[in-house]
């Protein structure tokens, strides 16, 4: 595997990364390159825009931002890189995860953030996956792949339930 990062995985506290890491077993199972970092927008702001700045002229193609609560690091970053960034909604202890569902997908026109559902940090994994393939035939292949085992699986479960 090369190992220049291809994926930025960030979240504001280590406390995100039970979440997290689903995100980075998901690259990991296309071969993807990643790095993780906790970079917080609201306890280390400089650090937060310096890693937003900094990320595509340092190779990294995506961002997945990871944030609970007043989850504000999937926007900031949006809005000093021009790199595809998605956030995951982390869930706290409080509101089952709709302050920061709605904190990260309620972006103004102009600064999109894809984000994906409520903990969900696999589908941002493979989201990125999807992104970086559009340019990568090799990788679209195995989506493919990987999409026609996930409906055999569908499959082989209805047939339980049918008997
Ligand atoms: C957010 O505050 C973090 O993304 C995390 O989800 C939440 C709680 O952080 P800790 O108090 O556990 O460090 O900024």
Do not use: C
């Amino acid at each position: 595997m090369n190992s220049q990062p291809r994926v930025g995985i960030v979240m504001g506290s280590d406390s995100d990364w039970p979440t997290m890491q689903a995100a980075a077993t998901a690259l990991a199972e296309f071969d993807i390159a990643t790095e993780a970092d906790v970079v917080s927008a609201h306890r280390m702001p400089d650090e937060m825009l310096a890693y937003g700045r900094e990320a595509h002229a340092r190779g990294l193609e995506v961002i997945i931002a990871g944030a609970g609560g007043a989850a504000h690091l999937p926007g900031m970053l949006a809005a000093v890189t021009p790199l595809p960034v998605i956030g995951v909604p982390v869930p706290l202890a409080h509101l089952d995860g709709m302050d920061s569902l709605l904190s990260i997908v309620q972006m103004p026109a102009g600064v999109p953030v894809a984000t994906v559902s409520i903990g969900n940090a696999r589908n941002a994994g493979l989201l990125a996956v999807r992104i970086l393939a559009a340019g990568d035939p090799g990788l679209t292949a195995r989506m493919l792949d990987f999409q026609a085992a996930l409906a055999e699986a569908a499959r082989a479960k209805g047939a339980v339930v049918r008997g």
